[in-house]
């Protein structure tokens, strides 16, 4: 059973960089695609950035495109959100989740969830 662990949230002023990071247990990331999703207070859970088992594509919501960059290293089973230049509007508990073989990569299309971490965005 895969299992799915974010770290990397916290507090950071507007402007500023966070890498939250996604580690897997259980099996290995190589057939995986990967989403990161976030939720806000009060709004529904949206996806932000996905990549594909072999890191041969991505996406990202044109609310991110060009300050967020997703990556991974199947080596260390482990897939990176890299997000720069926050805004007050990125916070959110970022979830990663996990779907076997194939491309999709929608909150209701994935497989396995991790419990998320807390970004938040503030002065």
């Known amino acids: 059973q895969l299992q799915l662990v974010e770290s990397g949230g916290g507090l950071v002023q507007p402007g500023g960089s966070l890498r939250l990071s996604c580690a897997a247990s259980g099996a290995t990331l190589d057939y995986y695609t990967i989403g990161w999703f976030r939720q806000a207070p009060g709004k529904e859970r949206e996806g932000v950035s996905c990549i594909s088992g072999s890191g041969s594509w991505t996406t990202y919501d044109q609310a991110v495109k060009g300050r967020f960059t997703i990556s991974r290293d199947n080596g260390k089973n482990t897939v990176y959100l890299q997000m720069n230049s926050l805004k007050p509007e990125d916070t959110a508990v970022y979830y990663c989740?996990?779907?076997?073989?194939?491309?999709?990569?929608?909150?209701?299309?994935?497989?396995?969830w991790g419990k998320g971490t807390l970004v938040t965005v503030s002065s």
């Open positions: 989740a996990a779907r076997m073989w194939d491309s999709i990569c929608t909150v209701g299309g994935m497989d396995y």
